[in-house]
């Protein structure tokens, strides 16, 4: 250890901490009230900014990743406004319709931000240079760009399709069929939005099902859209340049975010939680359904409907979890759960294998890398290769003790502090800033429930 002398920069302040700690305590019991759904969020806002007056919003996330969406949207020219907590409107300017932003749109940690309004500038005929921070400017857009590309965008990107970006939309968009080479609700959502400023009729056929958010919303606001199965999977086709309704949208809880206190409470025995109005789309409730094969108990009750999107209250229990083989053809109805479904798994009895989860290494971090090496320093045995993750359950408490870094990922950082509250060690993570991306108040929420998660002051 160095000592301090008058030459040091040691005596500058040093910069605060963003930790927090996770540790064993009674079981959780209580109701919570999870966040709006991020990407139903982001397609009331982007969507709203393309109708024909004012779209009003119940239940939106006001998660910093939806921050980015709106002052996007406001730096082309769009009224977006809060009239009272999760109360928004929007006021639309119709397809085509938004101004050249005069500075470059900042879009933060969001992916969806990024991915999803280039499907919204395909159709606009000025430049707009796009970036976000270290963890965003990472990864890859060129899924998005290539056929965007097609459609007749032009775009100046960094290396390997990575942003900053510089992004040239075209006055008259060449309509295509296109289909997905990967799994994705971001890249499917980005070409049906440039479709709406196309001529005639833009398909995405996706192989694998991915979730159907934009399309419920397209026509929820009155877009034609014809959606069909074919032997090279769902043909989703818009018409384009017609004009989208301002509608009121309910914005459901969150499934993502309801997972983190789902397997909390299963995990932490003799807790009972409940959680009203979660998101049920088929296209997102793979966790649950994995959770309930390693032996969770979720009972479903007052399933509901709210502007095109089914939802559901739930009720978790402490059970006793075994491990379980969650096949590839789960993987996109429940991407963004493997981090806190890799939680669960280290407290099972028996192996659990994650198969056709290649694209975890593309998220907010190298997912796979990240819980790999946070299981592992909590004494877990796992291993993974570039396409799947196995994990060897240590039949209850893992013996934790350990710091994890979450590398920008938000979902990495709540993982492992739900991780903390059933290990024999406290578990701490360097820094739990990023969970306001989806989950503004995440460790007050797990507090209300009994949790003893502490953040550094
Ligand atoms: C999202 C789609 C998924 C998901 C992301 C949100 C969306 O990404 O991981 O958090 O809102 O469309 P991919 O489209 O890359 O699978």
Redesign the pocket.
Known sequence: MTENNANSPASEPSSPSHSATARRAGPLLGLMDVPGD??IS??ALMLGALAVGTTHIEGLLEGDDIHATANALRAMGITVVQDAPGVWHVDGVGVGGLHAPDDVLDLGNS??SA??LCGLLAGHGFTAIMTGDDSLRKRPMNRVLDPLTQMGVRVETREAGQMPISFTGADMLLPIIYTLP????????AVLLAGLHAPGQTTVIEPIA??D??ERMLTHMGAVIDITESSEGRRITITGQGELSPASVTVPSDP?SAAFPAVAATIVPDSVVTLEGIGMNPARVGIFKSLVDMGASIEKTNPREESGEPLADLKIRGSALTGAKIPASRA?SM??EYPVLAMAAACAIGTSRFEGVG?LR??ESDRLATLEAGLRACGVKVETDADSMTIEGCGGPPPGGATIATSLDHRIAMSFLVLGLATEKPVKIDDIRPSKTSFPDFAESMRCLGADIREAS
């Open positions: 991020k990407s982001h397609r992916g969806t991915r999803l990967v799994p994705s609700a971001q890249v499917k959502s991915t979730r958010h934009t993502s996109a991407i963004d694209e593309v998220k």
